[in-house]
């Protein structure tokens, strides 16, 4: 069975800093992964994806996410900060059927 | 908007009360999600309905009833619910079969639910 797994439960950047949001699966074969970001009180809206075409995939608001197979990684980056990416940020991983695996999270604070 | 919507965003309801959320997508997905998502916890799948069966429930209690009555809407309806049942209900959709692999799901932006 697939899992997802997200090192950090909280990270904490300077603005204008580099972004990095760690995430590890546990699967098969190659899956589907995504990356979706949770502002307070609001739902999921998906960043990006990997479906097994290329493995640099950019996102939107300046997010990539680079899928590595060898180190079973798909970590989200993003050059710069900017006060309004605090959030919360899901890594997703998709192994078969519709179901999805969520990790458990990590929360973004940008700080001034 | 993101083509799932959810109602109502807010709602407080006592412990003897029944009180229904609502789900719609007119996005064409066949299969519809409950999610409930607490405080310091991981996302919960509670309920999925594929071309309005339900093919998975992960032991919720039966005082949360989900509806399907077609592929469009998705109700929960709610009866002598407890405090520690207030979260963020979230409402997904996604295509329903091998290529909502490559989709992923789209979220509604939730119902906060407190329980008083």
């Known amino acids: 069975a697939q899992s997802v797994t997200q090192l950090d439960s909280h990270v904490s950047v300077s603005e204008g800093t580099p972004v990095l949001l760690r995430c590890n699966y546990s699967?098969?074969?190659?899956?589907?992964l995504f990356w979706y970001v949770q502002h307070p009180n609001k739902g999921l809206q998906l960043l990006l994806k990997?479906?097994?075409?290329?493995?640099l995939v950019k996102g939107i608001n300046g997010f990539e996410a680079e899928f590595k197979k060898s180190e079973t990684s798909f970590h989200l980056t993003k050059p710069s900060a900017h006060m309004s990416d605090a959030a919360e940020y899901f890594c997703?991983?998709?192994?078969?059927?519709?179901?999805?695996?969520f990790g458990p999270g990590t929360r973004l604070s940008v700080l001034p | 908007e993101t083509g799932v919507t959810q109602t109502p965003r807010h709602l407080v309801m006592g412990m003897t009360n029944k009180k229904s959320l609502k789900c719609e997508q007119h996005?064409?997905?066949?299969?519809m999600y409950w999610y409930k998502q607490s405080a310091k916890k991981p996302l919960e799948l509670m309920f999925v309905?594929?071309?309005?069966?339900?093919?998975e429930n992960n032991s919720v209690p039966s005082r949360f009833s989900p509806e399907c009555p077609n592929s469009s809407h998705l109700f929960l309806h709610l009866h002598t619910l407890q405090p520690e049942d207030s979260a963020l209900y979230l409402c997904?959709?996604?295509?329903?079969?091998?290529?909502?692999?490559?989709?992923?799901?789209?979220f509604g932006s939730g119902t906060r639910l407190t329980v008083v």
């Open positions: 990997y479906t097994s075409a290329a493995t």
């Open positions: 997904a959709s996604s295509q329903g079969d091998e290529s909502s692999l490559g989709y992923g799901y789209t």
């Open positions: 309905y594929n071309f309005k069966e339900q093919t």
């Open positions: 699967s098969s074969y190659s899956p589907s």
């Open positions: 996005l064409g997905h066949n299969a």
């Open positions: 997703v991983g998709g192994e078969g059927g519709q179901n999805f695996v």
